[in-house]
C-alpha cells in the first residue's frame, strides 16, 4: 500500500487549514475502499470527528438517503437519539452540527449525484481542515466537488504475485512445483486486486500441480461467479443503449481505433460519442496510445458471460458472435436448415 497511500497524502494535504474533497476512482476490485481505509487509520486520529460510511450505494437502495443522513450524524457526533425526518431535514442538521467541526470522512461507494448532495455538497458544510474522501466507480459524479481525483491503477506483476501467494499459501513463498503455476493465476488476473485474493483463497489448501491446472482450464470456459457479480454492478446500473456499446466493444471493438468505432456505432443510432464517455467515466472502457479502445480482460470476460448466460449451450440465440468455433456452428445448422 505504501505508494498508494503516498499518492493520497499527496491529494490529502493533512497540514493545511482548507476543507479538502478527495475522490478515488476506478473499477469495481481494483482497490479504492482499501486504499481509504487505511488512509483512514493513519491520518483520522487527529480530527475532531471521524467517520467510514461503507456501502452506500447498497444501503440507499435497501433504505433509503435518511438512513444514511442518520448513520452519519450518530457515528460523527455519537448522539443516538438523533432522528432525521426526510432528507431536507438531513441536510440542515449535518450542516448545523458539523460547519465548525474538523471532520474526516470517507463516503465509501458511490454511485449517485442524490446522494453526495444529501451528505456532502459544499465545503461550507464542514469546519477548517476537514478531510472528505469518496470511493466511486464513476469519476463524472465528482465533476462538482473536486479536481484531487486518485485514479487507481492495478497492482504491477510482483505486487500481485506476492498478494496471490499471501492469500495462497499463507506465506510470500509458494511451493517450487506450484511456482509457474501461480504465475499464470496472476497473468490472469491482469493486477486486479479482488481476483487475486479470491482465486488466492480457493486455491489455498488444494495442494497438486493437476489441480491447479484444473482450476486454470475452468476459468478460460467458466469465470469465477464472485469476480464477475462484483464486476457487473458497474454494468447493471447502464443505460440500455451504453449496455449494447459495452458488449459489442468486449465482442468485437477491444483494441480497435476509437473513431472508426463510434462512426460504426453510431450508424446503429447509438449516440456512441457520449455513450463512451460514459464507460469510461465508469471505468468500464479506457482509451490507449493510438486512440485505440481497451479494457480489463477480466471486464471483458463478464461481457461475454453477458452475452452467453441465458443460452449458454445455443450460441445462435445469443445477440453476439465473436468466436470462430461458435460462428462456424451456427452457420453449418443454417446450411442443413436451408440446403
Same mark, same amino acid.
Given at each position: 500500500?505504501? &505508494? !498508494? ?46 467517520c467510514? %460510511?461503507?456501502?452506500?450505494? @447498497? ?47 470517507? %463516503? ?15 465545503? @461550507?458544510?464542514?469546519? &477548517? ?7 466511486? !466507480? ?26 496471490f ?15 509457474? %503455476? ?9 493486477? %486486479? ?13 488444494? &495442494? ?16 469465477? !461467479? ?21 458488449l ?25 460519442n457520449?455513450g ?12 490507449? &496510445? ?13 461481457g461475454?458471460?453477458?452475452? !452467453? ?7 445462435g ?23
Amino acid at each position: 500500500m505504501e &505508494s !498508494r497511500v503516498e499518492k493520497m497524502t499527496a491529494y490529502i494535504k493533512p497540514g493545511l487549514d482548507d476543507v479538502r474533497f478527495i475522490g478515488i476512482c476506478g473499477m469495481g476490485g481494483i482497490g479504492k475502499t482499501t486504499i481509504a481505509e487505511v488512509v483512514y487509520d493513519m491520518l483520522s486520529k487527529d480530527y475532531d470527528c471521524k467517520c467510514i %460510511l461503507r456501502n452506500i450505494r @447498497e444501503v440507499h437502495d435497501t433504505k433509503g438517503l435518511e438512513a444514511l443522513q442518520q448513520k452519519l450524524l450518530h457515528s460523527l457526533m455519537h448522539e443516538r437519539n438523533l432522528h432525521v425526518d426526510d432528507v431536507s431535514h438531513g441536510i440542515n442538521l449535518i450542516r448545523r452540527r458539523l460547519y465548525r467541526k474538523k471532520v474526516f470522512l470517507v %463516503l465509501d461507494d458511490v454511485d449517485q449525484r442524490k446522494q453526495l448532495e444529501s451528505l456532502a455538497w459544499e465545503r @461550507e458544510w464542514f469546519g &477548517s481542515g476537514s478531510r472528505i474522501i469518496i470511493t466511486t !466507480r464513476n469519476k463524472h459524479l465528482l465533476s462538482h466537488l473536486t479536481e484531487n481525483i486518485y485514479d487507481v491503477n492495478g497492482l504491477t506483476f510482483h505486487e500481485s504475485l506476492r498478494l496471490f501467494h499471501l492469500n495462497a499459501f499463507k506465506t510470500s513463498r509458494p511451493t517450487n512445483d506450484l511456482l509457474e %503455476l501461480s504465475q499464470q493465476v496472476v497473468n490472469y488476473t491482469n493486477g %486486479l486486486p479482488l481476483a487475486i485474493v479470491v482465486l488466492g483463497s480457493h486455491l489455498c489448501g488444494r &495442494s497438486g500441480v493437476e489441480v491447479w491446472k484444473s482450476s486454470l482450464d475452468r476459468l478460460q470456459q467458466f469465470p469465477n !461467479r464472485e469476480i464477475l457479480e462484483s464486476l457487473r454492478i458497474s454494468y447493471d446500473g447502464l443505460e440500455d443503449v451504453n449496455k449494447k456499446i459495452f458488449l459489442d466493444i468486449a465482442c468485437f471493438f477491444k483494441g480497435k481505433e476509437k473513431d472508426r468505432v463510434i462512426e460504426i456505432l453510431n450508424s446503429c443510432n447509438f449516440y456512441a460519442n457520449i455513450g463512451m464517455e460514459e464507460l469510461i467515466d465508469k471505468s468500464l472502457i479506457t482509451v490507449i &496510445s493510438k486512440n485505440r479502445l481497451w479494457m480489463h480482460q477480466l471486464l471483458q470476460e463478464m461481457g461475454w458471460e453477458i452475452v !452467453r448466460e441465458q443460452h449458454r449451450d445455443e450460441p445462435g440465440k445469443w445477440s453476439r458472435l465473436w468466436v470462430y468455433k461458435d460462428i462456424y456452428k451456427v452457420l453449418t445448422k443454417i446450411k442443413v436448415r436451408f440446403f
